[in-house]
């Protein structure tokens, strides 16, 4: 089913030249520099809780640029856009001193997966602007990186906000894909470690609607659909269907109104969270299919039920 939901990813974006993955941990920057390579200016942004995707052009080469979100309880499904990668570019914020042994960690997880094998490594020390950060001595000692075997790898000190270092870094990384290195004859055994909430987010992401918005928000309101069947999924579809054909403030009063009719019990604060995400997921990521499926597959984490709300909330609030 993960190819699947890959398929259909590379359907809605096509196959650029290069496709690259920019990782790291929530705050260091990744945004930023996504649209400082895309805009060639600043631009002030909040915290990613999907993706950001853009294509960018360098030295005439077009680079579909993936800007996965960097909160903790996100990261895990950083391995559903593995797939077909062919750079790497992690960024580490030179002033996130506490959490260079995290970034190490997130770092190392990634490189150890088998569909990122040998492929090149542009690492981002950024906001070298501001005074008393981490300088790349420092940085190559702790994260160990000279222990980095079979991968070409270039760490660069850079400045999302003036622009610094960053065509450098991108120049390095444009010739190392060029220039791959090749995959040395190892032998290796895949260990399938998808646990029973990743197969069921990709059983709701590979998911076929046959109604309409306009006929699923009908059935809802009008108490039809199946109380039995009525999942976090079809939470998300209809809050995702009452936002695009009503608003905001309608979404909020039918939701409330009516969802007590499906579940014998309900937490206000999570029912009014995920309208907020969603809400929120809308407005901020691309959907080029402009449909509840491409929604999803654009912000696959809303369907991570438990350890999204536990991202902004404390259990004991919740559950």
Not at 141 to 163: F, P, V
Not at 178 to 183: G, Y
Not at 208 to 228: C, G, I, Q, R
């Amino acid at each position: 089913m993960a190819s699947y939901i890959r398929t259909i990813l590379g359907k809605l974006f096509g196959k650029s030249e290069y496709r690259t993955l920019i990782m790291g941990l929530d705050s260091a920057g990744k945004t930023s520099i996504l649209y400082r390579l895309k805009l060639n200016e600043h631009v002030t942004t909040i915290p990613t809780i999907g993706f950001n995707v853009e294509s960018v052009i360098f030295n005439k080469a077009s680079m579909t640029m993936w800007d996965l979100g960097g909160r903790e309880k996100i990261r895990p499904l950083w391995r559903h856009y593995f797939h077909g990668t062919q750079g790497l570019i992690f960024v580490i914020d030179s002033h996130d001193v506490e959490r260079l042994n995290e970034s190490k960690d997130d770092m190392d997880r990634m490189l150890g997966e088998v569909e990122l094998r040998d492929i090149p490594l542009l690492i981002y020390l950024n906001k070298t602007d501001l005074p008393n950060g981490l300088k790349q001595e420092q940085v190559i000692k702790e994260m160990k990186l000279n222990d980095i075997k079979n991968r070409q790898w270039y760490l660069q000190s850079c400045s999302a906000y003036t622009g610094d270092g960053l065509h450098e870094g991108l120049d390095w990384l444009m010739r190392a894909m060029k220039s791959p290195l090749s995959s040395q004859s190892t032998t290796s055994t895949a260990v399938n470690n998808v646990s029973q909430a990743e197969n069921q987010l990709l059983q709701w992401l590979s998911q076929v609607d046959n109604d309409t918005n306009e006929e699923f928000a009908d059935k809802f309101v009008k108490h039809d659909l199946s109380s039995e069947t009525f999942d976090h999924r079809t939470l998300i579809r209809i809050i995702w269907c009452y936002l695009k054909i009503f608003g905001r403030k309608e979404t909020i009063k039918s939701v409330f109104d009516n969802v007590n009719f499906y579940l014998k019990k309900i937490n206000e604060t999570l029912i009014y969270f995920w309208i907020q995400i969603v809400h929120y997921a809308c407005e901020a990521t691309k959907n080029p299919t402009n449909d509840f499926s491409g929604f999803l597959l654009m912000n696959p984490q809303i369907l991570n039920e438990i350890d999204l709300p536990l991202t902004y909330y404390k259990k004991d609030t919740l559950f």
